[in-house]
């Protein structure tokens, strides 16, 4: 790497307070062009937040075989869905990548090799929520993928080691939804706000209190939490982003909930902001 690039990735992130950290509960891409409770919510918690100096975001649509970070200077939108209206496809997010976070995000990562990846961009796990916290494109951005063939344990641990990057300027989001099963969805009940189906609800109560408790081991062993828990994460991509979120609450920190709502019967909304007690 030359000199100037040393200087560049040292400006660029250089010491900062501490930065809250976010698990944002996505949803349904068609969020991304409604002015809804579940917008409102992620532009209310913006407020609260210090403009960070980048973002890295780790979604539950972007999974790999190993662990990779985007480095392209300008991420592509990428709208990885299909059978909705035009005008979600006409959006984009043309917020800057940020190659210097790349190479510190990888530098930083001890336990397995994180390969750099121009190839992928920004995901609606990622921009369809993003784009409510910072609307202008402003910020520069990047995702760290998901090793599907790794167990949760690997997941938390992997969070852990990106700790240095909150006293950056990095504000860590990780996206997802802790209650996932499309397969079982009641999309006639879609416009029935708040409307689970009781194993649904009941998840959704049981993981919230482990969050808010502090209880990372159980969430951490979540196939041991019961039927209902089992029936609410079906396969693992919505549920482990949040494992990064945990694995990085330190000691003197709060998880507060919000956005905490049932959709459809089997799909949450509900997000977490950790930040200082």
Known sequence: MKLNSLHHITDTLAPTER??????????????????????????????????????????HWETKGTFVTSAEHPETIHDFGGFPQALFDVQYPAPGSPELALETQKLITSTEVGLS????????CWTVVKFLYPDADIPIIEMSM?????????YALGREL?????????????????????MAAWDKMMIPGYGFDWAIAANEKIKHLITDGDHQSLIRYDK?????????PTPEHYNPLLYILGLQEKDE???????????GSLNMMSVIINKA
């Open 225 to 233: 939490l019961g039927k209902e828990v089992q029936l609410s994460i």
């Open 254 to 264: 709060k998880a507060t909930i919000f956005n905490d709502a049932l959709v459809a």
């Open 19 to 60: 930065m809250p950290i976010l698990f944002l509960g996505h949803g349904n891409p068609m969020n991304a062009i409604e002015d809804n409770v579940f917008t409102q919510g992620f532009q209310s918690i913006a407020k609260t937040l210090p403009k960070p100096k980048a973002i890295l975001c780790i979604s539950a």
């Open 163 to 183: 700790a240095a990057l909150r006293r950056k300027g990095v504000l860590i989001v990780g996206s997802g939804n802790t209650i996932h099963n499309l397969r």
């Open 147 to 155: 090793d599907y063939t790794k167990g949760p344990e690997y997941h």
């Open 118 to 125: 121009d190839q992928w961009g920004l995901d609606h796990g």
